[in-house]
């Protein structure tokens, strides 16, 4: 009985393994997954088109700043809103314009570094032409809503100017190849006393084709060196109103806006 089981049994596997499909070597190696190197030349390159589209189009920005607390100390009604708008002159120029300004803050001091990295910073691109300014490391695959992410650290290679740099993590949806969340803040070599809050921005597809920033969100406690030397800043910028130049389509999100007691 032994001798026949054996027998049988060595049947079967045989009959079973000619029945499984053997994938031919140029498949198998479509299927596995890409190196970290072939994911950040992927990424940047989409990262290039997405950003050269995005400068072609119009939209608005709002962004609302609000102080929570100084030195642990609750603070109310003490929030500022900036509305900018995206726009195009006649003769095809971009201009970013501050439309409507509201309310102010008064326990830190609002700076153009800060106005910089609302309209500029922000909404993060790595392109393949400022990619040698960052060092890129692999961090794995996540899974962001709906979205399979590869996760990469994102450190500047070296400040040796002052212009302002991107550090934290950005999130590259492993389909498109395009960055869907990005999480850090603005660093630089001499920053002369001014901190700047660690954002959270997110994407969204538009027009079926590009991921394009609808929402940045700060909450962080700035420890300054001279007085007040806490202040809990919330910060909540929304993009609306995607509109390619040229184009009659329109997109919009609601945004959140401080009520009129804010002086």
Request: glycine content about 6%; hydrophobic content about 30%.
């Given at each position: 009985m032994r001798s026949v089981y054996i027998t049988a049994l060595v049947l079967i596997i045989m009959v079973c393994s000619s029945l499984v499909p053997v994938l031919p070597a140029s498949q198998a190696e479509s299927e596995a997954e890409p190196t970290p190197e072939e994911i950040i030349s992927k990424f940047t390159e989409k990262e290039s088109e997405f950003f050269e589209a995005w400068m072609g189009y119009t939209y608005t920005q709002t962004a609302i700043i609000r102080v929570l607390s100084v030195d642990d100390a609750p603070v109310k009604n003490e929030a500022m809103m900036l509305v900018f708008e995206v726009v195009f002159n006649d003769d095809g120029t971009r201009e970013v314009q501050l439309v409507e300004r509201k309310g102010r803050v008064k326990s830190v001091v609002y700076t153009p570094e800060d106005e910089k990295i609302i309209t500029d910073l922000n909404p993060f691109a790595l392109t393949t032409k400022d990619l040698s300014l960052y060092n890129l490391k692999y961090q794995g695959k996540e899974r962001v809503d709906e979205l399979d992410c590869y996760v990469f650290e994102?450190?500047?290679?070296?400040?040796?100017?002052?212009?302002?740099?991107?550090?934290?993590?950005?999130?590259?949806?492993?389909?498109?190849?395009?960055?869907?969340?990005?999480?850090?803040?603005?660093?630089?070599?001499?920053?002369?006393?001014?901190?700047?809050?660690?954002?959270?921005?997110?994407?969204?597809?538009?027009?079926?084709?590009?991921?394009?920033?609808?929402?940045?969100?700060?909450?962080?406690?700035?420890?300054?060196?001279?007085?007040?030397?806490?202040?809990?800043?919330?910060?909540?910028?929304?993009?609306?109103?995607?509109?390619?130049?040229?184009?009659?389509?329109?997109?919009?999100?609601?945004?959140?806006?401080?009520?009129?007691?804010s002086e």
């Open positions: 994102v450190d500047p290679e070296s400040m040796k100017d002052n212009r302002i740099y991107f550090k934290g993590k950005i999130w590259v949806d492993d389909l498109d190849f395009q960055i869907v969340r990005t999480v850090g803040k603005a660093v630089q070599r001499d920053p002369g006393g001014q901190l700047y809050p660690e954002f959270e921005t997110l994407r969204q597809v538009i027009d079926g084709k590009y991921w394009f920033p609808v929402w940045t969100h700060a909450d962080e406690t700035l420890r300054f060196k001279f007085p007040p030397k806490d202040a809990r800043i919330e910060m909540t910028i929304t993009y609306e109103g995607y509109k390619e130049f040229g184009s009659k389509t329109k997109i919009r999100f609601e945004s959140q806006v401080p009520s009129d007691d």
